[in-house]
């Protein structure tokens, strides 16, 4: 690799610095003790405290998984404190309650809240370390009878609703991370779009983990009752610590007859130093369930950050003509290990999904894409395409695609296209030639490479993404 | 064309070169001035290509020995992105291909890039489409060009025309064209060619890498040199061109080498 390239790559996190707020800390250790005290910390129902247990019981009993293309030392869950909140006021009437050092911090990140919330008409759901701070825009979304709360909030104000989805998608025993989580999770968000409702703007929640050594374990549920639509964005950073943090969250979306939901991710959590120390472990689990007949969900990621990034946002085609979308672009870098992708599994008849995603390693990081569609005996005239391409850049890098497809109809008609390219030397010098520099060029590369996957971003996200592709691969090629 | 008051643009004098550790230029002189077109020829092999590359600053070429001042720039202390914006000029030989970066978006970048280094303004998109459509009657280009991808999919030819678009854009004081005819059927070398002629000024100077005289019929060359084992062996009018391609270039090696014996003889004498 060229010195260019190296230089452009080995950019240090440009995200790391850690804010002073006094955080109230659980004891390290996961026990039933540990879920006890977090379920009354948070005051919550016993049908709630008996999900947990549940949980619990089930991960005791499961295997953390193997088969990943992914290596990391074995974590120890006992060393992770599961129940971390910013001291403060607890109830917020307006911005200007929350603690000023807290939204520093967003300025830093560079999510001016009021700017956003002026100009952007983005309603953010602030977590703060498993705490949600600050819920914008609630009034002028509860007028169209939408609920876009914390999960803590929900689960007291709205606890029908999130009894009657928490789980139905991700089931408490799913996974070991998803089981983990259903355990211990402390805090998330809570979206719910009633029937025949069009979310009339963008929901966003940024994600932000400040207290050293804890695990993170937010959980995610948006519903979309028949008819309605809504597209949801949530971004991640994460500041600069050496001990690697285990981040394993649960997102489940369910949509109705004739529902639509679009979710957007870009994340950027702390991926380690060039030498791979530190940097967060991303264990996730997202699933949709296209229920109703017509309905849509949609995935769409931007993943650059975490060492290790494990995560299969999938969709289960269970209405007649639903639609699963995944569209993805996923950046190693130095010593980062991605393996994601996602499954599309068709039930319903005339079962539509597709599946675009663009991998990009670079350093001697190693990016896995894995994705399972499966057609099952029902879901006559499903179809799926899949498009995977890799660019790799230097020659130290690794992709890999793992496809796996299972059709048992014969009618389904699947498709797989996979490409694998380089950032040359060529390709440089060619740009260098025309006065571009290699930072310009590979930028202009990577843009292009993954133009399909970002022309689904919602505007402003994908102006975000595009700066932190070139953010993330400054001194990488040459 | 040559003038009595031109300036010279680039001087190369003893330039040595290697790739992969092999020799490929071994002591090169040349001088080119402005408003001048020079044609270097020369069997497959002499060095020709290298040359050009080593000027534009290829990492794969490491210069050995010599100087080359480029308007009165140390050339060899520049980066490759530098020398293209102090105004030289490499139309690829192979031009590469950049999937999924649309020509456009390409063309304006490097337009913009150069525009910025001579402090003037950058163009906004439409005000560059303009421009673009404008230069691309030139080569006869059909718009579609610029909404593909940089040269994927581009026959030879639309390659080759690509190139020359971009120098008419960029204005470079010095443009090396390198095998800018090979791969051309006869109507795209002739509209290549008239391009490259209506680039032709008092100004700037324009160096033709090629290996045969075909594209001299068509842009026409005040200077010929020859090129043989890494040094330029002959220099000549545009006549040279035609005796070349008549006799070949063993005639040349034969004639250097009796010059050489006949040295020899006198030095022992």
Redesign the interface.
Same mark, same amino acid.
Request: charged content about 25%; overall charge negative.
């Given at each position: 690799m060229?010195e260019v390239l190296q230089n452009l790559v080995n950019q240090p996190y440009k995200h790391g610095f850690v804010t002073n707020i006094e955080s109230d800390v659980a004891e390290k250790g996961l026990s039933e003790d540990t879920i006890r005290m977090i379920s009354s910390k948070k005051n919550e129902p016993q049908w709630l405290l008996d999900f947990r247990l549940k949980s619990y019981q089930a991960w005791l009993k499961m295997e953390e998984p193997e088969w990943a293309n992914i290596h990391y030392p074995k974590i120890d869950l006992q060393a992770i404190s599961y129940f971390a909140s910013p001291k403060q006021k607890p109830k917020l009437n307006s911005m200007d309650e929350v603690d000023p050092e807290l939204l520093r911090t967003f300025e830093k990140l560079g999510v001016p809240l009021h700017e956003r919330m002026a100009l952007a008409g983005v309603a953010v759901d602030v977590i703060f370390d498993s705490v949600s701070v600050a819920t914008t825009y609630k009034d002028r979304l509860a007028e169209v009878g939408i609920i876009f709360c914390s999960m803590s909030e929900a689960v007291h104000e709205h606890p029908e609703l999130v009894q009657k989805y928490l789980g139905t998608v991700v089931p408490t025993g799913d996974n070991f991370f998803a089981a983990l989580n259903s355990a211990v999770f402390t805090d998330g968000s809570f979206c719910f779009i009633p029937k025949g409702v069009k979310c009339p703007m963008d929901l966003s929640t940024y994600f932000r983990i400040n207290t050293e050594e804890t695990g993170q374990f937010e959980r995610t549920l948006i519903v979309a009752e028949e008819g309605a639509s809504v597209s949801y964005l949530e971004g991640c950073t994460a500041p600069a610590f050496s001990s690697n943090q285990l981040h394993a969250a649960v997102v489940e979306l369910v949509a109705l007859d004739d529902a639509d939901i679009k979710y957007s991710t870009v994340q950027n959590w702390y991926a380690g130093d060039e030498n791979g120390i530190g940097g967060v472990y991303n264990f996730v689990t997202k699933r949709g369930m296209a229920q109703g007949v017509n309905s849509r969900i949609s995935w769409t990621q931007v993943e650059t950050g975490s060492a290790i990034t494990w995560k299969y946002p999938s969709v289960i085609l269970r209405g007649d003509n639903s639609v699963g979308e995944f569209y993805s672009v996923a950046v190693t870098n130095h010593l980062q290990q991605a393996d994601t992708g996602t499954k599309m599994v068709h039930i319903g008849k005339n079962t539509r999904s597709t599946i675009v995603s663009k991998g990009i390693s670079a350093g001697r990081s190693n990016n896995s894409y894995r994705g399972l569609v499966k057609i099952g005996p029902p879901a006559d005239g499903a179809r799926n395409f899949s498009q995977c391409d890799s660019m790799l850049i230097g020659d130290q890098s690794g992709a890999n695609t793992f496809p796996y497809i299972q059709v048992r109809n014969n009618s389904a008609i699947v498709e797989h296209e996979a490409s694998t390219?380089k950032i040359g030397? +060529?390709?440089l =010098?060619? =740009?260098?030639?025309?006065? @571009? +520099?290699a930072e310009?060029a590979v930028s202009? @590369?990577i843009?292009? =490479?993954c133009?399909d996957v970002f022309q689904q971003l919602p505007m402003e996200f994908a102006v975000e993404a595009t700066q932190l592709l070139g953010l993330k691969l400054e001194g990488s090629v040459g | 064309m040559i003038y009595q008051d031109s300036k010279t643009i680039l001087e190369v004098r003893g330039l040595r070169a290697t790739v992969n550790g092999i020799e490929i230029l071994k002591g090169l002189d040349f001088t080119v001035k402005s408003g001048e077109v020079h044609a270097i020829m020369g069997p497959n092999g002499s060095g020709k290509s290298t040359f050009a590359k080593v000027l534009a600053g290829h990492s794969a070429y490491e210069v050995t020995a010599g100087t080359a001042l480029f308007e009165g720039c140390n050339l060899f202390e520049l980066e490759a992105e530098e020398r293209a914006r102090a105004g030289l000029f490499l139309g690829f030989q192979y031009p590469i291909e950049i999937p999924g970066v649309a020509n456009s978006q390409f063309l304006r970048l490097t337009y913009n890039t150069m525009q910025v280094q001579r402090g003037n303004e950058e163009l906004d998109p439409l005000e560059f489409d303009d421009l673009v459509r404008e230069k691309m009657k030139l080569l006869e280009m059909s718009p579609d060009f610029l909404d593909r991808s940089v040269n994927e999919g581009f026959s030879g030819g639309e390659k080759k025309r690509n190139e020359i678009l971009q120098m008419a854009l960029l204005e470079p004081r010095l443009g090396v064209l390198d095998e800018t005819d090979s791969g051309l059927d006869i109507d795209a070398l002739s509209i290549v060619a008239n391009g490259v002629n209506q680039l032709a000024n008092k100004n700037d100077a324009i160096v033709l890498v090629t290996h045969y005289q075909r594209l001299l019929n068509y842009i026409v060359p005040d200077f010929v040199h020859v090129m043989d084992a890494g040094r330029i062996t002959k220099t000549g009018g545009k006549d040279l061109a035609l005796e070349l391609e008549e006799r070949g270039y063993d005639w040349i090696a034969a004639e250097r080498q009796a010059a050489s014996e006949a040295m020899a003889g006198e030095v022992v004498a």
């Open positions: 060229s390219s030397e +060529d390709q =010098f060619y =740009f260098a030639q025309r006065g @571009i +520099d310009a202009m @590369i843009n292009g =490479f133009k | -």
